[in-house]
């Protein structure tokens, strides 16, 4: 196809092969949102959560309230940047206490993830997965944040079964740690989705890149109208080509 895939690449096509081709191949610049930066800093935030955790301090502890006030003492913004820093920190509490139920003499080892903010460039592919975890039966999950009041499961499953096949070009992913299980969680919502990753999900991701290497070869890049239009750098120019009734 001549570009380097990335996530953005694919869910770009998936809501409009047209906004696709104005970003990707023509390269129109797109401006940041509010919630793109709002996101950007909860993504610092999470990326230096587990470098400053007070590990030592939670393992004495020996009720789940008292390590969530642990855990929310590394919470420095205000605002919806403070709540979703707060929202995380109980999050990661929750997961710490579990833990230390279940297996309190490996407890470091699933607590810390195994890969935080990786990135991974092939001769085809570009990607940055937010976290990778270790699960108890040895097997990796590949863990998104998203920041956004959109909560699409098609859409998560989709980037993340992205990753999975991305990661299992790794010797680590490949032969030790296999991505088998995805999971996001969402800061401003306080959702959370974890499951097996299924063969269905990785042939509907598939089906997704058929129809961009097809998009290539004709050079039809169709417009698709949706919610997602105001974010879209050619926004005016397509929408004067709708027929008006």
């Given at each position: ?169 790794l010797m680590r ?59 879209c750098p050619i ?11």
């Amino acid at each position: 196809m001549g570009l380097k895939l990335s996530k953005w690449a694919l869910q770009d096509f998936v809501a409009c092969p047209r906004r696709f081709k104005a970003i990707h191949i023509d390269k129109v610049a797109c401006e940041q949102s509010p919630e793109a930066k709002l996101g950007e800093d909860f993504h610092e935030f999470a990326r230096s959560f587990f470098a400053r955790v007070p590990y030592r301090q939670a393992r004495k502890l020996h009720r789940l309230h008292d390590i969530e006030e642990l855990f929310c003492e590394l919470v420095d913004a205000d605002g919806e940047l403070g709540l979703m820093e707060t929202n995380f920190c109980k999050f990661e509490a929750a997961h710490f206490w579990k833990l230390k139920q279940l297996v309190p003499q490996k407890l470091k080892r699933f607590f810390y993830p195994l890969d935080l903010e990786l990135t991974v460039e092939t001769d085809y592919m570009f990607f940055r997965v937010d976290r990778i975890d270790l699960l108890l039966n040895r097997k990796a999950c590949v863990v998104e944040y998203k920041t956004s009041t959109h909560w699409n499961l098609s859409s998560l499953r989709r980037e993340l079964a992205f990753y999975c096949v991305g990661l299992k070009r790794l010797m680590r992913y490949k032969r030790f740690y296999r991505p088998e299980y995805i999971a996001c969680y969402n800061p401003r919502l306080d959702k959370f989705f974890f499951e097996k990753l299924s063969k269905n999900t990785v042939r509907s991701m598939y089906s997704w890149l058929k129809k961009m290497e097809e998009a290539f070869k004709t050079g039809v890049f169709p417009r698709r109208i949706s919610g997602l239009c105001r974010y879209c750098p050619i926004a005016k120019e397509c929408l004067e080509e709708v027929p008006k009734w």
